[in-house]
Nanobody
């Protein structure tokens, strides 16, 4: 059983920053494919950023490129999302996801409960 727990969400003004964290536990493995997704009210869930098992290859949706950075800790069990220059349109519930390699398919079997990010103008 792979468990994911997110933290770090909150309310900020436009232009501010937040850092989301996601701790992976329950199964000893350190090369998960991982990603951050978000879902705003009335909208479909969208992929925000993903990172491969080695923590090298990353992918971002166009709307966050240059503002968000996805990374892992050295142990490969904590996922981060550094969010800078936040905009009101970034407001959403943010979810952490993980899966076993191979990475790049865009689908994940394990999900966290989410952390809310609210950006006011």
């Amino acid at each position: 059983q792979v468990l994911l727990v997110e933290s770090g969400g909150g309310s900020v003004q436009a232009g501010g920053s937040l850092r989301l964290s996601c701790v992976v536990s329950g199964y000893t493995y350190n090369r998960y494919c991982m990603g951050w997704f978000r879902q705003a009210p009335g909208k479909e869930r969208e992929e925000v950023a993903t990172i491969d098992g080695n923590g090298i290859t990353t992918r971002y949706t166009d709307s966050v490129k240059g503002r968000f950075t996805i990374s892992k800790d050295n142990a490969g069990t904590i996922l981060y999302l550094q969010m800078n220059s936040l905009k009101p349109e970034d407001t959403a519930m943010y979810y952490c996801a993980a899966d076993f390699p191979p990475c790049g398919g865009g689908t994940f079997d394990y999900w966290g409960q989410g952390t809310q990010v609210t950006v006011s103008s």
